[in-house]
Structure formats: C-alpha cells, structure tokens
C-alpha cells in the first residue's frame, strides 16, 4: 500500500516491516548491556582487579560509543544511512560475539571498544525512521522504541543476575550474540538505503578534535569521584578536554562540510531537543543511582533487596512506560509535542520533589509508584524532544543532528552517575554488616544524600519545563511542520 504525505511517496508495507527491525533493536541492546551491570563483580575476581578498573568495561564502551554517534551519523548522510547502519551494527554484533570469549581483560576491553561502535546504530535508526516512515507514523514509532528501552532494562537486570549466578558472566554475552547476529541479518534484508544522500568529504579534523574534546571530559568525569574533582588528573583531563571543544568550534565553524554543523545544531528547536535530553538523561541516571542504593541497602537504610529483587520491582515502570510511549506518539500530532513535552516534565519534577522529601519513609509498594510515576514523566517528554528535532532538521542532514543529539545524551548519562557517587560519598554513615569483623565497615548514603539527589533532578525537570516553552511547535490539530531546505512544510495527519 502507497501513501502519500508531503508530496513524497511512502511504501506503508514496507514501513511497517521496517519498524519491526527499529523496534526491537533498543530491545536487544539494552538486554546486552543491563546484564552487564550484576555481572562486573564477578570479572572483578576472574580477572583479579579492583573496582576502579573493572568500571573501565562500561567507560570504553560510552567513550567510543560518544564519538562514533557523531562521526557515523555525517557518514551516514555521505554514504547512505542503511550502509553505515549495516556497519555499526557489524561493529556491535562483533562485539557481542568476542566479549564472552576475552582470554584477559585487556583483551576485553579492546572486544567492548569494538562493541562501542555500534553506539552508532541508534541515531542512525532515528535518522532512518524519520527518512522512510510517512511523517504520521513517526512519532507513534518513536514512541515504541523509547518504551523498548525501558522493557530491555527490566528483562535484563533480573535475568542478568540469573544467568551469571547460575551459568558465569561469559554467557551474558553468549545469550545475546545469536539474537545479534538475527538483528543484523534482518536489517540486512529489510530495511531499504535511506532516500536523502549528502555527498561530500569527510571531515576527518574535525572528528579528531571532537574526540580530543569529548574522550579526556568523560574520562575526568568518570575518574573524578574516585580521585577527587580537584585531583590534578581531573583538572588536567578538564582543560584538555575543553582546548578540543574550543579549537572544534573554531575549526567547525570554517570547514565547509563540517562534522558537526553548528548552524544546525544551535538552531532553537534542535538546541532545546539536545539540551533538554542531556539534562533529562543527567537526571534519570542520578536518579536510578538512588533508587538503586534504596532498594538494595540492609534495613533500616534501604528495602534489602537482591540485584534480581530490585530487577523485578522496575517491571510496573517498564509495563506503565510500554503503554503510555505508543500512546503519546499517537496522540501528538494532534495536541503537539509542546504540551506533552511539557506535561512529562511537570510530572517527573513534582514526583522527584515529592520523594525528594519523603524517599526513605515511604511503603515499598508507595516507593515502586512513585518511581514509576517518575519514569511515567521522563518518557512523555523524550519522546516529545526526540520528535521536535526530527521535524526541525533538513532530512539530508538528519544522520549527524541525531548523531550529535545522542552525543548530548551521552554526556547526561555519563555525569549522572558521577554526581550522585560523589553525593553518596559526601552524606553517609558507616555500617557495620552483621557477621563481619569488627574493623569493616560499609559506606550507606544517609537521607540527606537522597534529598540532594532526587531535589535536584527535581530542580533540573522544572527547569526543563521552563525550556520547553521556547519550543517551536511542531505539530499540532492533526497537522505536522516540518523543515526541509530551509522551508516550513505540513502534512495532515489523518
């Protein structure tokens, strides 16, 4: 069946095919490396090295994945998206595949900077689901791929602390490589090259200075609450880091065809969707830190649940967020992406605020609603931004603004973290483990780190409502804008 939208042709069967291969494709990813997470103890002994270290298996991954999403994202508006899309995920399938069969760690972390490549994979799908999907069905698509985010982590906590118990860590890996390699194999066979190609050269400074920016700022960040934020490393690793972001502006702003064009991406719509995910995925990181240490923390300071325990009580979020996100991108060509934006964030900075205050003292029944209410929030308004910047860019160059966006993304996720380990290490008491000796002690976050970390990711959602307001409305009373070569388009959604 052909339907037509904005005079461009649309294969609807196809679409629907296609969006199957998007769909699930977040699925698996976020079953790979969810269930990684209860595993790094277990690499911890096998390979004999602390925790610092062991925290390297997760760094490698984001810190090849930060730059990859860029750089795959402007190859894939050279080449075609359906070509670089196909070769990030051989990079992840890869990676998958050699990960359970490292004979050292070294050798493991060369095997998850390989699978960090394909970090590619998902700007590219957007940029894609945006090229070849008829504008109505976009935001209904986007809507399903955001809740399979959430649905990959519920399924992979539990059963990843299941499968490392019971059969080792190695078969975290060989679990997934099989539907890996199923994933590449359907992409290959269904999806279709992308319609718009951006022919020109590759900026390769450009890449190189963008790594000199990116790589040394997420390295300080991720060594700063083990070192210390003042440490001369972390100052050092900071100024580097900011010399690179510097000279790229400077060296993009010249360059013809840019890595990273910044008129694109500094326009208002497209600055606000990358601002606002940074922000909201600073937010959700810190604030899944918290519920983690609440969940699992001994009684009186937390629930006293196992890593499977806590797995399983994230299920009602992932069950809320698997109906709310189709729903609200069905939705929103008719009410608009600014109020729905605006209503998730309203949402999560209320619920944020409210156990901001009440966190510790709350039922585990009340604690589970109200962190699901939260994730409720997030979702509405990431699907919301996700969306505005889709229709806010050329489609020719749709490949390196989804690029660039999930690079912003990154750095949220990668700050949240830190923040809240050097929250917790600021308001603790020591505890002392029933059964152990006498001269060992735990650190446990007191209420007051709580306080901090969910007030705060509560400061930071009002303040993205404030945000949202400056949006340029996309879509709205059945009708989509969207932006191509500098025109304003619509299209009536029926």
């Known amino acids: 069946m052909q339907v037509v939208e904005k005079g461009e042709t649309y294969d609807l069967a196809y679409a629907k095919k296609a969006m199957m291969v ?3 494709l977040p699925l698996l990813v976020m079953y790979t490396e969810a269930m990684l997470t209860p595993a790094l103890p277990t690499i911890q002994k096998e390979f004999a090295i602390n925790p610092n270290n062991v925290s390297w298996v997760l760094t490698i991954y984001l810190l090849v994945g930060t730059v990859s999403v860029a750089l795959f994202g402007k190859l894939g508006d050279i080449y075609g ?4 899309f196909l070769v990030a995920l051989g990079f992840y399938t890869l990676g998958v595949i050699l990960n359970g069969f490292a004979p050292s760690f ?11 490549f394909g970090m590619a994979i998902f700007p590219l799908a957007f940029a894609l689901v945006r090229e070849e999907f008829p504008p109505s069905m976009v935001p209904q698509v986007q809507g399903m791929i955001s809740a399979m985010f959430a649905v990959g982590m519920v399924i992979a906590l539990p059963l990843g602390a299941w499968v490392t118990e019971n059969y080792g860590w190695r078969w975290t890996y060989h679990s997934a490589a099989p539907f890996a390699v199923l994933m590449f194999f359907f992409a290959w066979k269904i999806l279709r090259e992308s319609r718009y190609i951006n022919p020109g050269k590759v900026d390769w400074i450009g890449a190189f200075l963008l790594t000199l920016g990116v790589v040394p700022l997420l390295v300080g960040v991720t060594r700063g609450p083990n070192v210390g934020w003042t440490a001369r490393e972390t100052l050092t690793l900071f100024g580097v880091g900011i010399l690179g972001l510097i000279l790229l502006v400077l060296w993009e702003r010249r360059v013809e065809n840019p890595i990273l064009p910044l008129g694109i991406i500094s326009s208002r719509n497209p600055a606000i969707a990358n601002l606002g995910i940074m922000l909201a995925a600073f937010g959700l990181s810190m604030m899944s830190q918290a519920n983690t240490y609440i969940l699992q923390m001994p009684k009186p300071y937390g629930f006293g649940k196992t890593i499977l325990q806590s797995g399983l009580l994230m299920t009602p979020m992932a069950a809320v967020m698997l109906f709310v996100a189709p729903l609200a991108g069905k939705l929103m060509p008719k ?3 600014k ?7 309203l949402i999560a900075s209320a619920s944020l605020a409210y156990l901001s205050k009440y966190a510790t003292s709350l039922s585990l029944p009340a604690f589970v609603a109200m962190i699901t209410i939260v994730g409720t929030g997030i ?7 996700i969306n505005v910047l889709v229709f806010s860019v050329p489609p020719r160059v749709m490949g390196v603004a989804t690029g660039a966006n999930s690079l912003f993304r990154n750095f949220g996720s990668t700050w949240g973290p830190a923040i809240a380990g050097t929250v917790m290490s600021t308001y603790y008491i020591l505890f002392h483990p029933p059964g152990a000796p006498p001269f060992f002690k735990i650190k446990l976050p007191t209420e007051k780190a709580y306080e901090v970390l969910f007030g705060t990711a ?3 959602y009002l303040f993205l409502a404030l945000l949202i307001l400056a949006i ?3 879509m709205k009373g059945g009708k989509i804008r969207e932006v191509e070569e500098g025109r304003e388009k619509e299209v009536v959604v029926e």
Not at 81 to 84: D, G, I, Q, T, V
Not at 339 to 345: K, L, V
Not at 379 to 385: E, Y
């Open 472 to 474: 340029v409305e996309v």
């Open 22 to 24: 998007v769909v699930i």
């Open 339 to 345: 109020p729905i934006a605006m209503t998730g964030a």
């Open 458 to 460: 509560a400061g930071i």
């Open 106 to 116: 070294q050798w493991l972390l060369i095997t998850r900077a390989i699978q960090g």
């Open 81 to 84: 998206k359906k070509k670089m």
């Open 335 to 337: 009410v608009g992406a």
């Open 379 to 385: 979702t509405l308004m990431n699907i919301s931004l």
